[in-house]
């Protein structure tokens, strides 16, 4: 069984720290993409930061460039999402996802986790 969990979130306040894990099983994680994403009450779904299978390539929406940092350690299956510098329209619910494909699309990644409340309050 295909399974993706998030740990880490929490309220912190602004200009703090988090890092988010997703925990892979029951498949083969070295070889998806892993994206992370968010949603905020009210909101779709966005992109927020993607990693190639083998870790060399990193993609991220242009609101958290310079303080987010993807990253995965397949040996472990698990992948990160180092947030600094939180500001509270960071605030959502995050979840992670793999997918084939290198993309930003939600429509792309194929198994997605449960998600994980972030909240930035100012």
């Known amino acids: 069984q295909v399974q993706l969990v998030e740990s880490g979130g929490g309220l912190v306040q602004a200009g703090g720290s988090l890092r988010l894990s997703c925990a892979g099983s029951?498949?083969?994680?070295?070889?998806?993409?892993m994206g992370w994403f968010r949603q905020a009450p009210g909101k779709e779904r966005e992109f927020v930061a993607a990693i190639t299978w083998s870790g060399d390539t990193t993609y991220y929406t242009d609101s958290v460039k310079g303080r987010f940092t993807i990253s995965r350690d397949n040996a472990k299956n698990t992948g990160y999402l180092q947030m600094n510098s939180l500001k509270p329209e960071d605030t959502a619910v995050y979840y992670c996802a793999a997918g084939r494909l290198e993309s930003t699309q939600v429509g792309a990644y194929d198994y997605w986790g449960q998600g994980t409340q972030v909240t930035v309050s100012s």
């Open positions: 029951g498949w083969t994680f070295g070889s998806y993409v």
